[in-house]
């Protein structure tokens, strides 16, 4: 008796998004848009659809991120001699054309 191993399918390479059956999609839907990872949803082979997920934005990297501004501002306008208001109208006024 010969046994006959399956061939594992090829992965899809990083830097591709991950090709998806419809039918797959259709019992799968949940799992694969919870990953939070792009695909192409494909039928007979062949491109149909793509998802690709909105990068929601971390309310902490954002307040972190304001925290580092300000006291950049702050070190900034203080090496400058003027008020982080001051310093503000500079870098904030219209350009002259």
Do not use: W
């Not at 830097?15 to 039928?43: C, H, M, N």
């Not at 082979?45 to 902490?60: A, E, H, N, S, V």
């Not at 991120?65 to 219209?94: C, K, W, Y």
Request: aromatic share 6%; glycine share 4%; proline share 10%.
């Amino acid at each position: 008796m010969t046994v006959t191993a399956k061939k594992p399918k090829a992965e899809t390479p990083p830097s591709l998004p991950r090709r998806v059956g419809i039918k797959e999609f259709k019992d799968k839907a949940t799992q694969l848009l919870a990953a939070d990872e792009p695909f192409v949803v494909e039928r007979h082979g062949k491109p149909i659809g793509f998802y690709t997920p909105f990068k929601r934005p971390d309310p902490r990297e954002i307040r972190e991120a304001a925290a580092q501004l300000n006291a950049t501002m702050e070190h900034a306008a203080r090496e400058m001699g003027i008020s982080v208001e001051e310093l503000e109208d500079i870098l904030f006024a219209p350009m002259s054309s």
